[in-house]
């Protein structure tokens, strides 16, 4: 008996260790310093190529430096190392974490609030960069990037088909009939498969999923533009006009380059991944404004962007932020972050340096794609609120989402029961919610 | 036939015969420079196993408090059992263990039987290139499971896979990775991968029947088939209940196949099997209740793996 208990506990140990058994390392930067010796700031994110930025801010200070560590990203457990980091006690000051994860962030106690830090750099960045970093009235980060949107479209076939790029949904639901008419096989788009993609769409018809009021969040998934973006791409998809494909994966790809789909609602960073991973459409491909609800407006949505945050327990929250702030808008720093990372600035004088502005020249339009951008960035409405439990409830809506592109319910529903779920989640954590 | 008493003599199992240890007489020199040795060992098994076991449970009996918009301090208070009801409540998590039980009720005796007819193939005294086939079928098992798997979601991605063009070049249309057929592509997925690591399992056991039963069998006028069925299974039977444990572990931790899938298959959910849905929950911060879904998790492959041995034992005592 006792050498089959054995195994089966190893097996047991096995499962267990696989949740409970967390990296735990990384050293404090927290330690008290003889005097005279200049503040490290540990830094954690996931960017590559962020240690330049780092290197120009130590070259440029003198009784600050910072330390960059780059860990994997935050889906994959960059995150959980934070979280766990913070909980040990002997998390880095610094954390790079996306707009969605600021909330859930803070709501777990993991935040300094560094208001009295930032807020007078207000006004150095996109309002909707801002409102991202900040909730109920506190800031929590600071800006870096955000990710405007805009159409990717295959400007050869739009041309072939006879279409110019839509500058409304109505025009753009026209040219998918179009594009299904003239070439059977085609489709005008992928479905909005990802929480993130119906998110930045309710975005710019002015939805937003939270917000708090008071000691409560407001929990309205469910609310009127955002059931009108879930309507819209329900009858899309009805009318076999979307198909549904992850974005980004090889077979999507294989899709953009064979012209089974000819065009793409995504955000800037989006371009640099398709010229990146589809280089024969170099040339093909051309960037227009996102289809707007009323005629004449320039309203975009925001999909992505990250903040520099300060975790919980450090120990110099004022020189930390303060190096977030310079990290972020200082000119050289920027520069070096738009070549080696490919960021759009959340930062206003990043939106105008020339490494952004000379453009890609995968793109038919390249002199065109930078004021698209901008014009995007400008116009995204600053209020939406990402919710404290986004990291479970954007894998929940993304399995609706599977499930209602393969026929079985539809997006508007599916929003119905997100609200539902949401709202018990929120409570179960203890949290309150105003309904 | 030596068949019965054969099976008798193997299923003594070691467990049954209870011999106590004799009262060692270790100098305490010897037993001092024993535990040195064992130290190295004992100290990483204690931390890197022992502990997150006793952790995990512990973790799952609390719950993390949290009041108003949550950004104060949050403290961990004793729950009780209130985490597992509520992943027993978790329609989610309790489907996940219906989907790995549908998986492993058609794949684990599949398998099972292919690898023990490989097995016997490679075994019996006919068959020509025994080293090369051995290899062959093992091979797959020597691909890193992860990568593997990235494999297969290449292959059956209708848009970029082979297989689907050939299949409707002969008219059927179908598509790998719906709500529906996903099951057998994973289940098609974990044969590939683990026939040839239970065929080795069994093709040893094999190497261990002696020479003169199935030479006496033969002489009997037994056939190849015969002679497996009466003498060689039976032989091999500890091997097969082995692999069959072993795979009904595995099926219940089912992890690497799906989560990989899961980015390219509508018919994946982010909790489609228990530990997909375990992972689900530390993502989303709440490590408690993640802490009591492993812990679940673990009972339950703890009761089928000894249920299943019972059970067998049982049916061996009674043959």
């Known amino acids: 008996m006792a050498t089959r208990w054995f195994k089966s506990a190893a097996t047991a140990v096995a499962i267990l260790s696989a949740t409970a058994l967390t990296g735990c390392s990384g050293t404090s930067s927290t330690d008290s310093r003889p005097a005279g010796e200049p503040v490290t700031i540990e830094f954690w994110g996931a960017a590559v190529g962020l240690e330049k930025s780092a290197d120009i801010f130590n070259a440029a200070h003198k009784d600050v430096q910072i330390k960059y ?12 190392k934070m979280l766990n980091a913070v909980k040990a006690g002997n998390a880095p000051c610094l954390a790079s974490i996306s707009y969605n994860t600021v909330p859930s ?54 041309q072939q088909f006879g279409i110019t790029p839509p500058t409304t949904w109505d025009e753009f639901q026209t040219a998918a009939e179009t594009v299904k008419a003239k070439s059977p096989d085609a489709y005008m788009a992928p479905y909005p498969l990802r929480t993130d993609d119906i998110g930045a769409l309710a975005w710019q018809a002015g939805g937003n999923w939270f917000g708090t009021e008071g000691d409560a969040w407001k929990v309205s998934i469910n609310d009127e533009p955002t059931k009108k973006v879930a309507n819209y791409w329900q009858g899309l998809a009805d009318k076999k006009l979307v198909v549904p494909e992850p974005a980004f994966d090889t077979a999507w790809y294989t899709s953009l380059q064979s012209g089974r789909i000819v065009s793409y609602v995504g955000a800037v960073w989006s371009g640099a991944l398709i010229a990146k991973n589809a280089p024969g459409l170099k040339g093909k491909m051309a960037v227009a404004e996102l289809p707007q609800w009323k005629k004449g407006e320039h309203a975009s949505g925001n999909r992505g962007g990250s903040a520099y945050t300060v975790l919980k327990g450090c120990k110099n929250p004022k020189e930390a932020a303060e190096a977030a702030v310079w990290l972020t808008t200082n000119t050289d720093s920027l520069t070096s972050m738009i070549k080696e990372t490919g960021i759009y600035p959340a930062a206003v004088s990043g939106q105008k340096l020339p490494a952004l502005t000379a453009g890609s020249d995968f793109f038919a339009n390249a002199d065109k794609t930078a004021d698209i951008f901008t014009t995007a960035a ?10 404290p439990n986004m990291t479970s409830l954007s894998p929940k809506m993304n399995d609706g989402l599977k499930v209602a592109a393969s026929g079985q319910g539809t997006i508007p529903q599916l929003l119905d029961t997100i609200q539902e779920s949401t709202i018990a989640d929120l409570k179960s954590q203890g949290l309150s919610v105003k309904e | 036939m030596t068949a019965p008493t054969l099976s008798a003599q193997q299923s003594v199992q070691p467990g049954n015969t209870t011999i106590k240890p004799r009262k060692s007489r270790l100098s305490r020199k010897t037993r001092r420079a024993a535990l ?115 494999m297969w979601s290449f292959l059956y991605q209708p848009q970029i896979g082979p297989f689907s063009a050939w299949l409707s070049a002969i008219g059927i249309h179908v598509n790998f990775l719906t709500d529906s057929t996903v099951f057998f592509s994973i289940g098609n997925m974990m044969t ?31 056939g190849w088939w015969a002679t497996s069925w009466h003498i060689k299974i039976p032989a091999v039977r500890p091997s097969i209940i082995l692999t069959a444990v072993f795979s009904i572990i595995g099926t219940v931790q089912l992890y690497n196949d799906p989560a990989i899938l899961a980015k390219v298959a509508p018919g994946i959910s982010s909790t489609f099997t228990p530990i997909m849905a375990a992972r689900e929950q530390s993502a989303a911060n709440n490590y408690n209740l993640a802490a009591a879904e492993s812990v679940i998790l673990a009972l339950v492959a703890l009761v089928l793996s000894f249920g299943f041995l019972k059970f067998t034992q049982r049916k061996g005592a009674d043959s």
């Open chain 1, 378 to 387: 400008k116009n995204t409405p600053d209020k939406w609120v990402f919710g």
């Open chain 2, 192 to 222: 590939w991968g683990f026939t040839g690591f239970n065929m080795l399992v069994i093709y040893s056991a094999l190497q261990a029947v002696p020479g003169e039963l199935t030479e006496a069998a033969s002489l009997d006028g037994a």
């Open chain 1, 105 to 158: 962030f803070a709501a777990s106690g993991s935040l300094e609030d560094i208001t009295e830090y930032a807020k007078d750099s207000k006004d150095r960045y996109s309002p909707a960069g801002w409102q991202l970093s900040s909730l109920g009235g506190s800031v929590y980060g600071i800006p870096v990037d955000l990710g405007p949107m805009a159409l990717f479209y295959r400007a050869d076939l739009f």
């Open chain 1, 69 to 80: 560590t780059q860990i994997s990203e935050g889906s994959a457990g960059g995150y959980a």
């Open chain 2, 36 to 150: 040195l040795f064992l130290a190295p060992f004992m100290i990483m098994f204690l931390s890197m196993k022992v502990a997150p076991i006793f952790y995990a449970i512990y973790q799952s009996f609390f719950k993390t408090e949290r009041t108003g918009l949550g950004f104060g301090e949050s403290k961990s208070i004793f729950s009780g059992f209130e985490n597992y009801l509520v992943a027993m409540q978790n329609s989610d998590f309790m489907a996940s263990f219906g989907r790995v039980f549908l998986i492993g009720i058609v794949q684990v005796p599949l398998m099972l039987g292919i690898a023990l007819v490989l097995a016997l193939l490679l075994d019996s005294a006919f068959s020509p290139f025994k080293r090369s086939f051995r290899l062959i079928f093992f091979l797959p098992y020597a691909f890193p499971g992860v990568i593997a798997a990235i």
